[in-house]
């Protein structure tokens, strides 16, 4: 009996869609980070730090 291949065209296009929308979120934050150093340059360091790996 041949070996079962799973059939990936429906499989690459949620991924390129889940890809899109991660990439598109990720950009949202990277600007939300920047608009916070930004207008807020007096913060504590404190805030800062616990702003940055929120990025990620």
Do not use: H
């Not at 390129?16 to 360091?45: H, K, M, V, W």
């Amino acid at each position: 009996m041949p070996p079962l291949r799973p059939d990936l065209d429906l499989s690459i296009g949620a991924i390129e869609i889940a890809l899109n929308i991660s990439a598109f979120l990720a950009g949202c934050a990277t600007i939300q980070t920047y608009t916070y150093y930004r207008n807020f340059p007096s913060d504590r360091l404190f805030m800062k730090v616990l702003v940055w790996p929120n990025t990620f």
